[in-house]
C-alpha cells in the first residue's frame, strides 16, 4: 500500500469502495477513507493508495502497457503513463478554448453525448474525464458519476472543482481496470480511443465492466488525417495532439464484439459549420435545432468532424 499526499476523503460508503478490485485476480481492495488507506497486499505488478482522498490504482512498470503499432513501426519506446501524466500538467484541461469557435464545437460535442445518455443510468463512469464536465452536468439525484483518468492532476482537479456527494473520481488505467465486473449503467470515453495504444482491447476492458443492458458511449475525430511533425526531443516523426489512430463507420465496427445486444454509428458536426463563420448564426440554437441543421447539411455534403458509437451490451 501507498500513500500520496493523503487527502480529505468522505468518510461515508461511496460506490466506487464498493466496486474497487484487483485488476487481475477481481479480489475487493477495501478503502479506509477514515485512515486514507487502501489495502493492496503485496503486489509487483501494481501500486495503489489515495491521492487527496482520490483512489488510485496503476501499474508500477509502465513497460507492461501495450505499445501502439506506430511505435513499433518506428522502433521507438513509448511511456504510456508517464506521458499522460505530463500532459495533464502541461495542458490545462480545465481552461476553455482560447478560439470560440472551438470552444462551441466542444459544448455541441457535450450535448450530443448529454442527449444518448440513458436517464435511468445509476452509475456513470467518466473515461478520460478531462475536466470533470460529465460530472457538473449528471452528477445529482440518483446519479452517480465517477471522474476516471491515468493521470492523477485531472480526477483530483475535476473533484475539487465540482463538489457533490454523487461525484466521485479514481486514477487509473482502461487496460488494468480496478472495478468490478458488470459495475457500471454507462460508460462514457469522450476523444480519448483515438489515443490509446490499442483500441479493441480498449473497448474489450470498457464492456467488461459495465453491465448487461448498459451502455457504451465512445466519440472520436471522424476520418481524420493525422499529421506527423519531426520531434525535436526523438528525432522520429510524432502525430499531432498524439492521435494513434483514424476511426470511420468502415474500421470502428471492427472493434464491437459480436456477443452485444446492439450497436449503431453517428457520424456529426458539419466542419463548415462548426469552423467557419456560419457558426455564429447557429450558436444560438437549442440543441435540437443544431442537431436538425447540422444532419441536413451532412446529407447535402458530408464534412462530419464527429464520430460517435454507441453499444448496448
Request: with cysteine.
Amino acid at each position: 500500500m501507498e500513500n500520496e499526499q493523503p487527502g480529505n476523503g468522505n468518510t461515508f460508503m461511496m460506490i466506487l469502495d464498493s466496486m474497487f478490485v484487483h485488476p487481475k485476480t477481481l479480489k475487493r481492495i477495501p478503502i479506509d477513507r477514515k485512515k486514507e488507506e487502501v489495502f493492496l497486499e503485496s503486489d509487483d505488478r501494481y501500486k495503489a493508495g489515495l491521492i487527496d482522498g482520490v483512489p488510485f490504482l496503476l501499474p508500477r512498470n509502465s513497460s507492461a502497457l501495450k505499445s501502439s503499432k506506430l511505435h513499433e513501426d518506428m522502433g521507438s519506446s513509448f511511456d504510456y503513463q508517464d506521458h499522460y501524466q505530463k500532459d495533464a500538467e502541461v495542458f490545462n484541461y480545465f481552461q476553455e478554448f482560447s478560439s470560440r469557435v472551438d470552444q462551441e464545437e466542444r459544448n455541441r460535442l457535450d450535448q450530443m453525448i448529454l442527449s444518448k445518455i440513458p436517464e435511468d443510468a445509476a452509475s456513470i463512469l467518466d473515461v478520460g474525464c478531462g475536466s470533470g464536465w460529465l460530472a457538473k452536468a449528471k452528477a445529482h439525484g440518483d446519479t452517480t458519476v465517477i471522474s476516471m483518468d491515468i493521470s492523477s492532476r485531472n480526477p483530483v482537479e475535476a473533484l475539487r472543482q465540482h463538489p457533490h456527494p454523487n461525484h466521485e473520481a479514481l486514477i487509473a488505467d482502461v487496460y488494468h481496470l480496478p472495478l468490478e465486473e458488470s459495475s457500471i449503467d454507462c460508460i462514457v470515453a469522450s476523444e480519448i480511443m483515438e489515443h490509446v495504444p490499442d483500441p479493441a482491447m480498449f473497448v474489450e476492458k470498457l464492456l467488461f465492466v459495465l453491465k448487461p443492458g448498459g451502455k457504451l458511449i465512445i466519440t472520436t475525430p471522424y476520418d481524420e488525417q493525422i499529421q506527423y511533425h519531426l520531434c525535436v526531443h526523438c528525432n522520429h516523426p510524432t502525430p499531432a495532439h498524439a492521435h494513434l489512430h483514424s476511426f470511420n463507420e468502415n474500421n470502428i465496427i471492427k472493434l464491437i464484439p459480436s456477443n452485444v445486444q446492439s450497436w449503431n454509428w453517428t457520424a456529426f458536426s458539419h466542419e463548415y459549420l462548426s469552423k467557419s463563420r456560419f457558426y455564429v448564426l447557429i450558436k444560438g440554437l437549442s440543441f435540437g435545432g443544431w442537431k436538425w441543421i447540422d444532419s441536413k447539411a451532412n446529407k447535402v455534403w458530408r464534412r462530419p468532424m464527429r464520430l460517435m458509437m454507441e453499444v448496448l451490451k
